[in-house]
């Protein structure tokens, strides 16, 4: 049961504009989410997060936008840039699970020059 | 910045044969590591808690005497496959959350270890 779903394995944006990438669950316990960024044969990175009160969290280019009601967040990075090319991971966590935290499939970014 | 060492990063070996891969936090204690697992195109899952001085908590699904998870200090957690088969074959990755880093629900990634079983 996948309890968080990116539905769009992949994602290619000319440099300079705006990269949105989606990411929906379903467990309405959830109430602190991230973004991770993985390069090929290393481990994700942390990028942003943003816990149930808010439902915006800004970090330079990054921007998460959190949609409680339709259990929707979305990671905006403006401008894109080459260096943003990756798989990118959304991920949930319910604070009465402690620190687990359960990943979408992520969606490959592509940013081209 | 923190760092989690995971090793080794690749690993074939034969079916039947058991292979340990370390996770290790590099300049933080970290009381509580997690092991996932990730098949190609699909997400990261969640594999179990790994408490340190304590017995690990398996997620649904998997099993404990396959997969047995040590947590014998504050900044080594190991994984073990037993009697490896083909369908263990996979990228196992550990993260470690850093516990004097109160407040920071973030983890730390190790780079993953590629486990091949022939």
């Known amino acids: 049961d996948q309890q968080v779903k990116q539905n769009s394995p992949s994602l290619s944006v000319q440099e300079g504009r705006i990269s949105i990438l989606n990411c929906d669950y379903t467990?309405?316990?959830?109430?602190?989410f991230l973004w991770y960024k993985k390069y090929p044969a290393e481990g994700p990175t942390f990028l942003i997060s943003?816990?149930?009160?808010?439902d915006k969290n800004e970090d330079g280019r990054f921007t998460v936008f959190l949609n409680k009601s339709a259990k929707h967040l979305s990671l905006h990075i403006v401008p894109s840039q080459p260096g943003d090319s990756a798989v990118y991971f959304c991920?949930?966590?319910?604070?009465?699970?402690?620190?687990?935290?359960?990943f979408g499939t992520g969606t490959s970014l592509t940013v081209i020059p | 910045g923190a760092v989690v060492s995971q090793h080794p990063s690749r690993v074939i070996c034969k079916s039947g044969t058991s292979v340990k891969i370390e996770c290790r936090s590099l300049?933080?204690?970290?009381?509580?590591m997690f092991w996932y697992r990730q098949f190609p195109k699909q997400s990261l899952m969640l594999m179990a808690t790994?408490?340190?001085?304590?017995?690990?908590?398996?997620e649904q699904g998997v099993e404990k005497d396959k997969f047995l998870i040590n947590h014998a200090s504050l900044t080594l957690s190991t994984l073990t496959v037993t009697s490896a088969h083909p369908e263990d074959s996979s990228f196992y990755i550990c993260?470690?959350?850093?516990?004097?880093?109160?407040?920071?629900?973030?983890?730390?990634f190790g780079a993953g270890s590629r486990l091949t079983v022939l």
């Open positions: 300049d933080f204690q970290a009381t509580t």
């Open positions: 993260s470690a959350q850093n516990t004097i880093l109160s407040g920071a629900n973030v983890l730390t």
């Open positions: 790994s408490n340190e001085g304590s017995k690990a908590t398996y």
């Open positions: 991920a949930a966590s319910a604070q009465n699970t402690g620190n687990q935290f359960y």
């Open positions: 943003i816990s149930s009160i808010k």
């Open positions: 467990n309405s316990m959830f109430d602190y």
